[in-house]
T-cell receptor, first 114, second 114 residues
């Protein structure tokens, strides 16, 4: 079946602009995660959704970052007033929960803020 | 807070040889999950192997095996008969619960020498 998809694949934006990154999880997966991978670094957790609610937002770096999930499916990560330090690859993962431990990752969106 | 440390930023191994990637972690939990992920240049995160902390037996997946030392909080990955396709970034990762964020190390870049 189809895996996790993310769009756009690459995004270049000017400092100060707002951007929206989209994640389409695997159908039926109840849990959805956003991570950020800065150049040469490991993945940094941003936010976790269970259904449409976000029980863990502890990784969002500032109030410029927000995310929502609708219909228990698609999620959008929004970054307002982008800064150069926001440049990174943003990865989304979904998980069916229950006995399946695995988080299935999308290909990521590479964001470049100029 | 839980942390994951990979002390080898880069490693090289001759094709067909065996290589071991090191990982240590810190947690006060007694039950948790450990993972090794592979990230090739395509950016796609691929789960290589996982270990449940309550299991004493080391996990094995074909050419990949782990040495899990719970008391020492060590979780190394051994790759046998290295192949050119094994070249990638390898991330050690920790997860406290089934529906929980994953905490990643900073990664080890593995080069395979023909």
């Amino acid at each position: 079946g189809a895996g996790v998809s993310q769009s756009p694949s690459n995004k270049v934006t000017e400092k100060g602009k707002d951007v929206e990154l989209r994640c389409d999880p695997i159908s039926g997966h109840t849990a959805l995660y956003w991570y950020r991978q800065s150049l040469g670094q490991g993945l940094e957790f941003l936010i976790y959704f269970q259904g449409n609610s976000a029980p863990d937002k502890s990784g969002l770096p500032s109030d410029r970052f927000s995310a929502e999930r609708t219909g228990g499916s698609v999620s959008t990560l929004t970054i307002q007033r982008t800064q150069q330090e926001d440049s990174a690859v943003y990865l989304c993962a979904s998980s069916p929960g229950g006995a399946d431990l695995e988080q299935y990752f999308g290909p990521g969106t590479r964001l470049t803020v100029t | 807070a839980q942390t994951v440390t990979q002390s080898q930023p880069e490693m090289s191994v001759q094709e067909a040889e065996t290589v071991t990637l090191s990982c240590t972690y810190d947690t006060s939990e007694s039950d948790y999950y450990l993972f090794w992920y592979k990230q090739p240049p395509s950016r796609q995160m691929i789960l290589v192997i996982r270990q449940e902390a309550y299991k004493q037996q080391n996990a094995t997946e074909n050419r990949f095996s782990v040495n899990f030392q719970k008391a020492a909080k060590s979780f190394s990955l051994k790759i046998s008969d290295s192949q050119l396709g094994d070249a990638a970034m390898y991330f050690c990762a920790y997860r406290r619960g089934r529906d929980d964020k994953i905490i990643f190390g900073k990664g080890t870049r593995l080069h395979i020498l023909p």
